[in-house]
């Protein structure tokens, strides 16, 4: 039985409702005038159920098609304008006890280099991050509860939020972590940390225990569960995901949407990120041996979908992804983006030797950070560093009401152009200090609020003088 505000997987995210909600898809994709209604309420901006969301990732007209990526756009510049919030991973250990076949992390992988950062070595690890420019850190590691216990984790949190280098310094620490205790999350949480991050991996459970075939991630439903917990354990910005490619992207799609609409029905606010990964070449991965594995145009697809179904959201696409899809997907909704990352444990200090495999998968964009900021801007975008709202209090429905309002132009307008101009003043090489100058001048008469508007040219100008930090 289909329950969405009930806190159990198998309620929530119901096979047989998936199941259906695919045949009444299949059923549908040509019937232009449900598919009308659809799109009727979709330019709302309101959200889609994931059947109706399903119905239009099935629909086979290319007009449609055509309609649902501008309105995609549109979505995007209404909810967080022209805004592309930037971060990087920072991974901790590859240390791991699960089997993951999809992972160079799995237990039984002997020849990869096992390495867990020292708090020493995190230091260093950040301060090198802090001279690239960045301000918001996502932190990885493996399930090891030897190598990587929770301890280890709060520990690692407290070392990076208290390190400060000349002008940096990492003002939200956000958490990929496997699932753990409400307990745990209550740690997290007093720890302070930013998003909780867990990714399903794929939402089909039968698929699901085959991928993960022993150690603790083996177990579907504690997994499925654990943004309730972190939710009962008071965090209140989690961050879904797939990874595309373990089952079809029909199915997978449904039961995130599901479990999206399970968020917003059982607590009241739905997911703070949506990320899009798909599986990648690492290790001892080979890609190919996915026969789910979906093309670039299918992709794209997916990313609008989700924009259109989940507008209030914010969706992230790392450096898995080449220049060329995350263009793309940019236009159709994205607004998180990773840059200069490293997927090895350590190496932002100093690079990986060879010889020396700790990464989780290959990098497909390998741009420094000021060559991504550089990128955004000539594409129209602002690149932005902020992170005011964590540190403002305006975190799970605070945010969403923000979000939802629409006062993302008199808030995270401005503090995105205050940000990019720390990061111009004291990071960027002169070239893109003179496109993104050019550019905040521009965007500033784009704030509607007129005091607003004054105070944050007020701040800006103030940078030059050397003061830094300045947010709504």
């Known amino acids: 039985m289909y329950l969405p505000n009930s806190t159990k997987a198998a309620e929530f995210l119901c096979h047989e409702e998936v199941m259906q909600t695919l045949a009444y898809a299949q059923e549908n994709k040509n019937n232009l005038p449900l598919i009308q209604e659809i799109l009727a309420k979709a330019r ?14 099935a629909c086979q007209s290319e007009t449609v098609w055509e309609e649902l990526y501008q309105l995609a756009e549109a979505i995007k510049l209404d909810y967080y304008g022209k805004r592309i919030v930037l971060f990087a991973p920072l991974y901790l250990s590859n240390y791991c006890v699960n089997s993951c076949v999809y992972c160079p992390y799995h237990v039984k992988n002997k020849h990869i280099c096992r390495k867990k950062l020292t708090q020493e070595e995190i230091k260093r690890e950040v301060i090198a991050l802090q001279d690239m420019g960045h301000k ?20 690692s949190i407290d070392t990076v939020y208290h390190i400060q280098h000349k002008n940096g310094a990492i003002r939200r620490v956000n958490v990929n972590i496997a699932a753990t205790t409400v307990e745990n999350y209550r740690k997290l949480h007093d720890a302070g940390i930013g998003t909780y991050i ?11 225990e085959k991928l993960h075939p022993s150690g603790p991630k083996h177990n579907y439903d504690y997994h499925t569960e654990a943004m309730d917990r972190a939710m009962q354990g008071g965090i209140d910005d989690v961050g879904l995901g797939v990874l595309f490619g373990l089952q079809t992207y029909p199915y997978e799609l449904a039961g995130l949407l599901m479990h999206a609409e399970h968020l917003e029905a059982t607590y009241g606010v739905g997911p703070h990120t949506i990320s899009v990964p798909r599986i990648k070449h690492a290790d001892d991965i080979d890609p190919t041996a996915f026969d789910n594995s979906i093309d670039d145009e299918t992709f794209a697809k997916i990313c609008t979908i989700i924009r259109i179904a989940v507008p ?3 969706m992230i696409m790392s450096t898995r992804e080449g220049k060329a899809v995350r263009e793309r997907a940019l236009q159709l909704g994205i607004s998180q983006v990773s840059g200069a990352s490293c997927t ?16 989780q998968f290959d990098v497909s964009d390998r741009r420094t950070l000021d060559e991504v900021v550089r990128w955004l801007m000539e594409l129209g975008y602002i690149p932005s560093f902020c992170t005011a709202c964590y540190r403002a209090g305006r975190t799970g429905d605070r945010f969403m009401s923000l979000c939802k309002s629409g006062q993302i132009q008199n808030c995270c307008h401005p503090n995105a152009l205050m940000t990019l101009n720390e990061y111009l003043e004291d990071y960027a090489k002169p070239e893109t200090r003179a496109i993104g100058k050019a550019l905040i001048q521009k965007e500033l008469l784009n704030i509607p ?5 004054a105070i944050a ?7 030059a003088a050397g003061k830094r930090d300045f947010r709504f």
Do not use: C, W
Not at 136 to 155: C, S, T, V
Not at 457 to 463: G, P, S
């Open 312 to 314: 209030y959201t914010g």
């Open 344 to 359: 090895s444990v350590g190496g932002y200090d100093t690079p990986e030797p060879e010889s020396e495999n700790s990464a």
């Open 44 to 57: 709302l901006q309101k959200g889609l159920t994931h059947r109706e969301a399903s119905v239009l990732l």
């Open 136 to 155: 918001r850190l996502a932190l990885e590691a493996g399930e090891d509860p030897l190598h990587n216990p929770i301890e280890y984790i709060l520990e």
């Open 457 to 463: 040219a007020e701040h800006i100008a103030e940078m």
């Open 449 to 453: 609020n007129e005091k607003v508007r």
């Open 198 to 208: 867990l990714f399903q991996e794929t939402y089909h459970k039968e698929q699901y």
